[in-house]
């Protein structure tokens, strides 16, 4: 049995990286974040050109067909450039709301746009992955929903929203539709775009040809694999940033590298993340050939990696110095994406609470 990547699989996520190299360097990303840019067009176009906003949809509606573990892959390519694109919820959870509870005229209408690029979808299931808050939740009354959706995932650009109601329920509201009103909110995290819907009396195409619950499910369980995977490939430039720095640095005459301590300082950050791949890989195969494990093992995925990626940010900057801190070097860009990361979708104590009422350790 072969418990690795397919020849097919390790070639997509090296044309992702070597594109990557060139459409997202450090500078191009800068522009983005500090020109407050929905996110970056020029890079977008090129994951396009490269079939990734379709990579789960079926190759009926001009997808690729692929398994939520190729969509992980170029989540890390993407965590390891900071590249500041609609991935998240406009590749992977849109693409699923759609697939999975969405009507056949619902999908035809949307999913081709979707993977051809000529469509950026946003998902506001906040709720149904950190719990409620005050004063936030969506209500569907008549037919129309009112209320407050908070964090908007992909917010910035999406022609329509993914919405999760307080009932379980998922509805498909256009960008443009009377009554909602959008809010910027601004993050630790400038690579990616996050807002705050409004709704008063917004006419809404309800998601009801499937099971709502279980593909709001399925939505923040790959959503969770899909962040751990962001931190692994950010986690990974850091350590390799921080090796670097390492190897020119000097002090007392001699490269810092040479010194025991940072020598430790390399090797266990190494040695904490390298153990996530795995865990993030057979996560995503359970996504899509053990459904019994998905949830459970996308809890996993996404506590273990917030954990331990909060520990390589910190790492790897105390490696750097005083450097370390500076705008000049950006390593800021990673450290704050780690964060945001850990957040998103559920804190890693939330995803382990929800590790313990799957297994009946706790109440829900």
């Not at 020109?35 to 090129?46: F, L, N, P, V």
Request: with cysteine.
């Amino acid at each position: 049995m072969e418990f690795g990547l397919s020849e097919d699989q390790r070639l997509m996520q090296e044309s992702v990286n070597r594109t990557l190299e060139k459409v997202s360097p450090l500078e191009r990303v800068r522009k983005a974040a500090d020109g407050g840019e929905d996110y970056a067009r020029d890079i977008w176009q090129a994951l396009v050109e490269l079939g990734v906003p379709g990579m789960l949809i079926p190759e009926a509606e001009g997808g690729m067909g692929l398994g939520l573990l190729d969509a992980a892959l170029v989540s890390e390519a993407l965590g390891r450039h900071v590249a500041p694109v609609p991935f998240l919820a406009s590749a992977v959870m849109a693409p699923l709301a759609l697939m999975g509870a969405g009507s056949r005229a619902q999908q035809e209408a949307y999913l081709p746009k979707l993977a051809a690029g000529e469509a950026i979808a946003g998902v506001a299931i906040s709720e149904r992955a950190s719990g409620a808050r005050d004063k936030a939740g969506v209500t569907v009354r008549n037919g129309k929903l009112n209320g407050t959706a908070l964090f908007a995932i992909d917010f910035g650009g999406a022609d329509f929203f993914i919405v999760g109601d307080r009932e379980g329920g998922l509805h498909l509201v256009r960008a443009d539709a009377p009554g909602l009103t959008r809010k910027r909110l601004t993050t630790i995290d400038l690579t990616r775009s996050i807002g705050e819907l409004g709704f008063s009396d917004v006419e809404a195409e309800p998601l009801a040809s499937g099971d709502a619950a279980t593909t709001s499910r399925r939505m923040l369980d790959a959503g969770r694999v899909m962040l751990a995977a962001d931190t692994l490939g950010a986690g990974w430039m850091m350590i390799d940033k921080a090796v670097d720095y390492a190897k020119e640095r000097k002090q007392f005459g001699r490269v810092i590298g040479s010194f025991q301590a940072v020598k430790h300082m390399c090797a266990e950050m190494a040695a904490e993340l390298e153990p996530g791949r795995s865990l993030i890989w057979y996560a995503a195969h359970a996504f899509d050939a053990i459904p019994g494990e998905a949830s459970l093992m996308a809890a996993h995925a996404k506590a273990h990696l917030a954990e331990v990626g909060r520990f390589v940010a910190r790492t790897a900057t105390e490696v750097h110095g005083g450097m370390g801190f500076t705008d000049l070097l950006g390593l800021h860009y990673w450290f704050k994406r780690i964060g945001f990361d850990r957040q998103l979708l559920g804190s890693p104590e939330r995803a382990r609470h929800d590790a313990a009422v799957l297994q009946g350790w706790a109440a829900d």
